[in-house]
């Protein structure tokens, strides 16, 4: 008997980077539930997946709050001339 | 050069002990210093893909099945990103894989780029690439699932 749990591995990394087409997508779902080997990997992507978002979304809130006083001066001087022009 | 890198960034770890942010953690160390050496290491040499690269041999019977079939990680990722320990293991594990996997991965998943960034800073088509990811994921989960998921709390 062939199994689909090494296809299944590529269509689910896959899913992270392009859309599935329709057949690979219902070939996976109909996968998925008669396999728990293949349910374990799908939940410990989505779990690095979400780690990874986690990670950058720190990166960029802590980037934001360290921005060199120079930006930052540039920056305030854009708002108000925005808001000078707007008033 | 990148794995001397890697390993110096690895053993300096301790350095990070006790209160390490994230921040410090990973823009000092991963994002900054080594994806702009990887670009360059790009440009200077076509990096290749050795055969033995492909954990699926390893990991797949010939019949398509899992010769070891993933266990059930739970998990929070939001804990786990604020766990030290984790990201260790996990800069570990990303530093085993094969150099070119271990580019476009950092690429994508720590940098945030997208696909067509990756592949052109690479010189890699899209479906090479997604190959490339497929297979770190592959060998990423299998160390994690050993060092940290697996063993260690067992
Ligand atoms: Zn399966």
């Known amino acids: 008997m062939n199994h689909f749990c090494r296809e299944a591995s590529q269509l689910q990394s896959d899913a992270f980077e392009r859309q599935l087409t329709l057949s690979e997508h219902i070939r996976l779902r109909i996968h998925l539930l008669i396999c728990e080997a293949c349910r374990n990997y799908a939940d410990s992507l989505k779990l690095l997946n979400s780690f990874f978002h986690n990670l950058r979304k720190q990166v960029q809130q802590d980037e934001g709050i360290t921005l060199p006083d120079s930006d930052r001066e540039r920056i305030k001087e854009a708002l108000s001339r925005t808001s000078d022009s707007a008033g | ?154």
């Not at chain 2, 890198?5 to 080594?34: E, M, Q, Y």
């Not at chain 2, 894989?97 to 991965?105: H, Y």
């Open chain 2, 1 to 154: 050069m990148v794995q001397e890198t890697l390993l110096a960034a690895w053993r300096g770890r301790d350095r990070f002990a006790g209160k390490s942010s994230v921040r410090t953690w990973l823009v000092g160390i991963l994002k900054h210093k080594i994806i702009d050496h990887i670009r360059k290491e790009i440009r200077d040499r076509k990096l290749s893909e050795a055969v033995k690269s492909d954990p699926t041999s390893s990991l797949f019977n010939a019949d398509g099945s899992w010769i070891e079939a993933p266990e059930n990680w739970k998990e929070n990722p939001q804990e786990l990103c604020e766990n030290e320990q984790f990201r260790h293991v996990l800069q570990g594990c990303i530093a085993k894989l094969p150099e070119k996997q271990q580019i476009v991965f950092r690429m994508r998943e720590i940098s945030g780029e997208d696909t067509e960034t990756v592949c052109k800073e690479a010189e890699i088509t899209p479906t090479h690439l997604h190959v490339l990811i497929h297979r770190a994921r592959l060998a990423l989960r299998t160390c994690l699932e050993f060092y940290w998921f697996g063993g260690r709390r067992s």
